[in-house]
């Protein structure tokens, strides 16, 4: 053969394979009809080119549909605008029937309704799909989400791939997208669709990751009537806090909790999301338990029993240390409990010891109920500093205000070791026992303390005041009472019994009956106890035990101002009438009005 006539054959050749590798640009109609009917018979979706329509033979056979519109025939689902690749199976298309192996969907926008898509008879969709050939992989970049009936779920700048080689392998689905201006990465999920079609159980796996939040999930899944699924699984966020607000998602107390992780076997069906055995981490503390999630009411209700050895609830009782500001007034910024109150809680906890600031509880048993602007908490038994204690605490909110009522008991309780732990002096000891409620209204602390009303109880014995000695304060008086105003610090009384009554109305508290008795001395209480102001005004009257009913007290403390700076001193007035020298400065009889005085009088 020549070489002319070589050249001729390869010049032919070249022009062949340019003319299959280049896309041809085919008219309306034909082609994109033969898609149509292809995609309606095999994925039961509508497709519609509205662009122009374009084939390729080499290197594999393919086409390009551009300003698509693939869609449900009910709505549930709409992909509209962008580019629509494929590529062709060979044999088909040597019998001319267009088959696709591959789809890629570009730059397109999509309107799903979670409603519609959950009543898809996805069963029919997938039937014998072990003997029909379907395609491969679909892949979707640069698109978006818009859902019509789900609130701020929209998807922006949507990467997903969905392959599904053959019967034998699980469907895989990965990709990403932001969600809120933040990236979201299904990392791999899988199912067995075929099985799922045929009513039978599929394994499966899931892992979904978002900033500062990951699930895993891995087990076994059934659809039909009572579709459910089963397995193990685990939820992890570094801040429910800060994941709450990120999301949008609302969680019971998600304002206050800080980093959490939920795992172990699952159950899901239509009604509830369960786990039977659950290992919880709240921060640094374990829980185990049972945990249950309801969707058949109202709003999802959370709840279950947990136990754990150490438990620290500093992080819920955070917003009461800021019912004061910096000044240390009560606050007057709106008590607001819709960040709390976000979903329905039911939750009973057990711990061997808990934390709720400075203050420990041992063996505490408690239960915490919220429901809309409403949260409840109760302990049921607690050992306390020795002793033990039960309260009840309840706010719930309407309409801007917030009542806000607690009451509790306690008995046996080490007092002093209680005062170191709040932080203020171990100024008493002994053992305490007593009583207390408080009631109180309003949008704001400080309206909440301006109408608190209640009523409290104390009871202690056998213990000691720290820091003064009553009965050698007594002889020093009647020896030199003068003197006595400047030395009566240091030493400690021993007391048999101290009790105080306090009744509130109003933000002050009245001491309805204070008294104290030791082996020497005795004391009486009267005064106020002003919570608006946050100050005492109290008055201890001292006698000797065995002094008559009704004397007057031989030696007289003011105890005032504000709690957290408490100054005790002797009434000075009292002193100087107690001294013989100074005694007749304060005649004890009113000169009449309109007669003149002594002027002078001598002993």
């Known amino acids: 053969m020549s070489r002319r006539v070589v050249f001729l054959i390869a010049l032919i ?62 709505g549930a689902l709409k992909a509209e605008g962008g580019i629509l690749r494929g590529e062709l199976r060979i044999l088909p298309l040597l019998f001319g029937r267009i088959d696709l ?64 080689v053959d019967p034998s392998e699980p469907l895989t689905v990965s ?40 699930l895993t999930a891995e087990g076994e899944a059934q659809i039909g009537d009572g579709p459910r699924i089963t397995g193990e699984s685990t939820i992890k966020t570094a801040s429910v806090r800060d994941f709450t607000r990120w999301s949008g998602m609302e969680l019971p107390f998600g304002s206050l909790l800080g980093g959490l992780s939920i795992s172990g076997d699952f159950s ?12 919880i981490t709240l921060g640094s503390d374990k829980l185990e338990g049972t945990l249950g999630v309801r969707f058949d009411t109202e709003r999802p209700v959370i709840a279950g029993t947990l136990a754990a050895d150490t438990l620290n609830l500093s992080d819920l009782f955070a917003p009461f240390n800021q019912t004061r500001t910096s000044s240390g007034a009560w606050s007057e910024e709106a008590i607001d409990l819709a960040g709390s109150t976000g979903a329905d809680l039911d939750l009973r906890l057990s711990a061997a010891t808990a934390s709720l ?52 008991t306690f008995s046996g309780v080490k007092i002093a070791p209680f005062l170191t732990a709040v932080g203020e002096p171990r100024w008493i000891t002994g053992r305490a026992r007593g009583q207390f409620s408080f009631d109180g ?67 002050i508290g009245q001491i309805a009956e204070g008294k104290l008795k030791g082996s020497a001395v005795q004391a009486q209480l009267r005064g106020q106890v002003l919570l608006v102001d946050r100050t005492l005004q109290v008055t201890a ?42 005694k007749p400065l304060f005649p004890s009889q009113r000169v009449p009005a309109g007669e003149q005085g002594p002027q002078a009088t001598a002993q």
């Open 101 to 164: 192996s591959d789809f890629d969907l570009t730059e397109t926008r999509i309107t799903a309704s979670a409603q519609k898509l959950q009543a898809v008879k996805w069963t029919e969709i997938f039937k014998d799909s072990a003997t029909e050939n379907h395609a491969r992989r679909l892949v979707v970049t640069k698109s978006s989400v818009r859902w019509t009936d789900l609130k701020n779920a929209n998807l922006d700048g949507l990467n997903a791939m969905i392959r599904w």
């Open 13 to 74: 050749s070249l022009a062949v394979l340019g003319t299959a590798a280049a896309p041809w640009t085919l008219p309306g109609g034909g082609l994109s009809a033969e898609l149509r009917e292809h995609v309606r018979e095999r994925y039961g979706l509508d497709l519609t080119v509205r662009g122009r329509s374009t084939f390729a033979v080499l290197p594999i056979p393919r086409v390009k549909f551009e300003d698509v519109v693939l869609e449900f025939p009910d």
């Open 268 to 279: 899901l069906d239509r009604r509830r999301l369960s786990w039977p055995a659950v290992a």
């Open 541 to 582: 009257g001292i006698t000797p035990t065995d002094a008559p009913a009704g004397q007057a007290p031989a030696l007289a403390f003011d105890v005032t101002g504000d709690w957290d700076n408490v100054a005790i001193s002797p009434q000075v007035r009292s002193l100087i009438e107690r001294s013989g020298a100074a």
């Open 441 to 507: 209204h309003g949008r704001n602390p400080a309206d909440v303390v301006r109408q608190a009303a209640g009523r409290s109880s104390i009871e202690l014995t056998d213990g000691e005041l720290m820091g003064i000695n009553l009965e050698d304060a007594l002889r020093r008086v009647d020896k030199r009472p003068l003197l006595a105003s400047l030395n009566w610090k240091g030493g400690r009384t021993a007391f048999e019994r101290a009790e105080a009554q306090i009744v509130m109305q109003d933000g």
């Open 357 to 408: 600031g400075r203050v420990s509880l041992d063996d505490m048993a408690a239960s915490v109920l919220i429901q809309p602007g409403r949260i409840e908490a109760s302990i049921g038994r607690a050992d306390f500093y020795d002793g033990t204690l039960k309260g009840r605490l309840l706010l719930a909110a309407e309409n801007g205000l917030v009542d806000f009522k607690s009451q509790g």
């Open 175 to 214: 990709g990403s997208a932001h969600w809120r201006d933040e990236l979201v990465s299904l990392e791999q999920a899988s199912i067995f669709p075929d099985l799922l079609a045929s009513n039978k159980i599929s394994p499966f796996s899931l892992t979904l990751s978002s900033p500062g939040a990951r």
